[in-house]
Each structure stands twice: as structure tokens, then as C-alpha cells.
């Protein structure tokens, strides 16, 4: 009987482990679906931008820029230089700004509506501990919001639900407003029944919608732990 048990106990230990590995399998396979989406791209990315400075600031060479194209923009403080003459020609809108972020190195990533440029310098890194929502959600739910950047790190972990995200100042903010959020909306609340005093009824605000996949090679998934291996007797 001992022995029939001790079986039992190390088929159960196995068969945890196989439904860790295969929840962790899901979750990478339901993440990397999101890769088909994309981030928000610049209005007209590839036509050509004929506008270029004689000499001019490259802060208002890029409030220009953003004018023409019919969006906003976002200059962080730290950017400077002059643009003028030097710059190359017959670049395409996009090719344009990444010849001025490589120049005088910055970063920039369009919300949909805002040009967010800020120097490369000034990049950081920050962990969230997640308790209401795992990593996989926070990504899908910045891709249906349209302000997923796949170009920045996005880590997670899936079994101590730490998510760790790595961008300029105003993209790592959009990034914890966004968790802040969902954390509070998928809190879970207790309301007593009028009635009844003995049994409150938990609501859970748990579920969300459906969304859109959009996921990139910016964002790692850490597995759990693995289980020591056993043999069966």
C-alpha cells in the first residue's frame, strides 16, 4: 500500500509538471501569435521627404518634420545639434528620421498621434510586480491600445508575474499607466447580498475582450523553474 502511494505521489508530481510546461507552452505560442501585428507606423513612412534645413536645430527640424507629416510631437530635453547642408537627400519620411536619430542619437516611437523623441541616454528600465494579470495580457493589451513597441524589451515571468519593460521616459510611462489600469479593473471586489449575512459573493472583474495580436521579438518570455525529474519504480 506504501509503495502503491509513493507511486501515486511521483505520477502527481509528474503530471504537475507537465501542466507547467504546457501552460508555459501555450502562453508562447498564444504571445508569439501577436508578432503579426505591428506597431503604429509614421503617415507616408515611405515617400520621400524633400524638406531638408539649411541650418536648423534638429529639436525644430524635428517639430517640422512632425508638421508636415500631420502629427504631433513630444521632444524630450537633452537633444541637440544643428542639421543643415550635410544631410543626405532624397531620403524617404522615415529613412529621414532615423538619419536624424542616428546623427544625434536618439530614440523616437510614434503613439498613433505624437512623435516621442528622446535621447538615447535616457532610456530606462522598470519592474512591475503584477498580482490581478500576467505578462502575455499587459502585451496584448498595449498591442490592442496601440502602443506597443516591439523595437523596446518587454520581459516577463510568468510563474513570480514580474513584467520588466525597457524605453524611453514617456513609453515606459504609457507602459505602467497601462498596467495600472488593468490591474485596478481586474481586481476582484466582495459584495454582501441584501439577505444574506453568512455568504458574500465574490465578483470578479477579471475578464477583458478579446484583443489584437501584436507582439515582436522585443518581448521574452522567462519559463518556470523545471521539476526534478523522477523515475518510476
Given amino acids: 500500500m506504501a509503495r502503491s502511494f509513493k507511486k501515486t505521489g511521483r505520477l502527481w508530481k509528474l503530471l504537475t509538471g507537465f501542466l507547467a510546461a504546457a501552460t508555459f ?23 520621400p521627404y524633400n524638406y531638408v534645413s539649411v541650418d536648423q536645430e534638429v529639436g525644430e527640424a524635428i517639430r517640422f518634420f512632425a508638421l508636415n507629416l500631420g502629427i504631433g510631437a513630444d521632444i ?17 519620411r522615415q529613412a529621414y528620421l532615423d538619419y536624424l536619430a542616428a546623427e544625434f542619437r536618439f530614440v523616437w516611437y510614434l503613439d498613433g498621434t ?5 535621447p538615447s541616454s535616457s532610456v530606462q528600465t522598470e519592474v512591475f510586480s503584477l498580482e490581478n494579470n500576467d505578462g502575455a495580457r499587459i502585451v496584448l493589451a498595449l498591442s490592442r491600445l496601440g502602443l506597443y513597441q ?14 520588466m519593460v525597457s524605453g524611453p521616459p514617456a513609453y515606459v510611462s504609457d507602459v ?9 479593473a481586474n481586481r476582484t471586489i466582495v459584495t454582501v447580498l441584501r ?27 522567462l519559463p518556470p523553474a523545471p521539476e526534478p525529474a523522477e523515475t518510476l519504480e
Fill in 25 to 47: 507552452l501555450v502562453a508562447a505560442i498564444f504571445t508569439a501569435r501577436a508578432a503579426s501585428g505591428v506597431a503604429p507606423a509614421l503617415p507616408g513612412a515611405g515617400m
Fill in 76 to 92: 524630450a530635453p537633452g537633444i541637440e545639434g544643428r542639421t543643415g547642408r550635410n544631410a543626405p537627400r532624397g531620403l524617404s
Fill in 150 to 163: 516591439p523595437q523596446f524589451r518587454h520581459r516577463y515571468d510568468m510563474k513570480g508575474k514580474i513584467f
Fill in 114 to 118: 505624437i512623435l516621442h523623441v528622446a
Fill in 176 to 184: 505602467k499607466k497601462t498596467i495600472e489600469a488593468l490591474e485596478k
Fill in 195 to 221: 439577505g444574506s449575512v453568512e455568504d458574500p459573493v465574490l465578483h470578479s472583474l477579471s475578464r477583458m475582450p478579446d484583443v489584437m495580436q501584436s507582439d515582436g521579438a522585443g518581448t521574452d518570455i
